[in-house]
């Protein structure tokens, strides 16, 4: 069974962070270039493979990622996508 929260129905939202005591993980990655071999999700993909594992061995509730980071040094390719640091 998944343990994103997104999967789920409201109540069994409710039971999964009754269980969790209210602990969430978010994965955080961006959407940049990684040279020719590798998807431009690959660092949100990473966050997300580890937050699950986190959240299976804990029982904390998994958010759906945050796609966006710090990426302007990227911008000259395209499909980068970027957020101001303020």
């Known amino acids: 069974m998944s343990v994103y929260?997104?999967?789920?129905s409201w109540e069994e939202a409710r039971e999964?962070?009754?269980?969790?005591?209210g602990?969430?993980?978010?994965p955080i990655g961006s959407v940049?270039?990684?040279?020719?071999?590798?998807?431009?999700?690959?660092?949100?993909?990473?966050?997300?493979?580890?937050?699950?594992?986190a959240a299976e061995?804990?029982?904390?509730?998994l958010t759906p990622?945050?796609?966006?980071?710090?990426?302007p040094h990227h911008m000259v390719l395209p499909g980068t996508i970027t957020i101001r640091p303020e």
Request: without cysteine; proline residues 4%; aromatic residues 10%.
């Open 5 to 8: 929260l997104q999967t789920k």
């Open 16 to 21: 999964a962070i009754k269980k969790s005591k």
């Open 23 to 26: 602990v969430a993980i978010v």
């Open 32 to 53: 940049e270039q990684h040279s020719y071999h590798l998807p431009l999700g690959t660092d949100t993909y990473v966050a997300m493979t580890v937050a699950e594992g």
């Open 57 to 61: 061995k804990t029982g904390a509730v």
């Open 65 to 71: 990622p945050v796609w966006f980071g710090w990426s």
